[in-house]
């Protein structure tokens, strides 16, 4: 399995970006789908995830702001990210679980500015 993790950039605080993450060698509608961030400093955390079953749970800070999404005939995650604050800075990982192994995407850098 490999993720290709695509669509950070630059942009303005109230700003809008939306992530993608292709993935290769596998098969969407049975592994749980996800997308992690990193603050500079900080320790690595959830921003939300799309189990198989397409529930979808979102961290607080995410909640009302992201929607994460897949593209099955595609097999790419998506993060819609609306909003954006610039305590939304970092670098934005995809994921996909498969059989109890975590596979991980190389990371898209978003910075917001003020």
């Given at each position: ?23 290769t060698g ?15 400093g900080k ?72």
């Open positions: 399995v490999q993720l290709q993790a695509s669509g950070g950039g630059v942009v303005q605080a109230g700003g809008f970006l939306r992530l993608s993450c292709a993935a596998s098969v969407f509608n049975t592994e749980d789908l996800g997308w992690h961030r990193q603050a500079p320790q690595r955390e959830m921003v939300a995830f799309i189990l198989r079953d397409v529930t979808t749970k979102y961290a607080d800070f995410a909640r009302g702001r992201f929607t994460i999404a897949r593209d099955i005939g595609e097999n790419t995650i998506y993060l819609q990210m609306k909003s954006l604050q610039v305590e939304d800075t970092g670098i934005y990982y995809c994921y996909l679980q498969r059989n109890g192994i975590t596979y991980w995407g190389q990371g898209t850098e978003v910075t917001v500015s003020s």
